[in-house]
């Protein structure tokens, strides 16, 4: 794809803004770092991922004129560096890299992160990539060359359904429920991992009230991973 494919618009709209109407106090939230390190006005953070340092110029210019805080990544290691650094709203990413390409890419993002929305880009589109980007967990799967409304229309939701997921996950941290689940095939595969990681077996002795003696054992299968939070959750994620 050339850079003509990604018409860049040279007017920048008025910055959306949202108004909650959620019966929590936003007093009983704790601050969320990235809004604070945001630009004032800007409507999101947005990582670009593309080897091709042309197209990653273009789309990382569109977004920022369309009013997002923007950071660009040649490639699929240098983006996890970043996220693992410092988080975003949304991430756009080619589906054609050399070394890790975007399938890989979405994976290892979950890694990290179990709710950023990931956009896959693809110029040679194909049935086995849109099934693997909807089998991971791809937010939005789009065909080169995007249109920039298009883009800015898929990064705003992203961005905004994103908010609303953090808002939720905190929310659910002080009230002591289970966090954010693995939604998709990437999450649930880099929460199994960790789950597995740290998985061990207690063997808790099964006592006869009429003889006091041990006449058997049962397994207890534990996990420190906070996405799996039971064993059922364990063995449904296998």
């Known amino acids: 794809m050339t850079p003509s494919a990604l018409n860049l618009i040279a007017a920048d ?6 108004s909650s109407h959620s019966g929590l106090a936003p007093a009983t939230l704790p601050p969320d770092p ?7 006005g800007s409507r999101g953070s947005v990582l670009v ?42 991430i756009v990413s080619d ?3 050399p070394g890790m390409d975007g399938i890989q890419l979405l994976r290892e993002v979950r890694e990290h992160d179990l709710l950023v929305p990931v956009v896959l880009i693809t110029g040679e589109p194909a049935v086995s990539t849109a099934v693997a980007a909807l089998q991971y967990g791809a937010f939005h ?17 992203g961005v905004r359904l ?7 996950q905190q929310a659910a941290d002080l009230l002591g429920l289970d966090g954010a ?36 054992h049962e397994a207890l299968l534990r996990s420190k991973e906070p996405s799996l939070p039971h064993p059922g959750a ?5």
């Open 49 to 90: 991922v593309d080897d091709d340092a042309m197209v990653r110029r273009s789309m990382a210019r569109l977004l920022a004129q369309r009013g997002y805080d923007v950071t660009t990544a040649p490639d699929g290691a240098d983006a996890i560096l970043q996220i693992s650094k410092e988080p975003v709203d949304v």
């Open 162 to 168: 994103h908010r609303m997921a953090r808002v939720k």
């Open 141 to 157: 799967y789009l065909t080169k060359p995007a249109a920039p409304d298009e883009v800015d229309r898929i990064v705003e939701r």
């Open 234 to 238: 364990v063995i449904d994620a296998a």
């Open 181 to 216: 689940r693995a939604a998709d095939r990437a999450g649930l595969e880099a929460s199994y991992d960790r789950a597995l990681s740290t998985l061990w077996i207690a063997f808790q002795p099964i006592l006869s009230l009429s003889s006091r003696r041990v006449f058997g």
């Open 34 to 40: 990235r809004s604070e390190r945001l630009a004032e």
């Open 95 to 97: 589906i054609a890299m």
């Open 13 to 18: 709209p008025a910055p959306q803004s949202t």
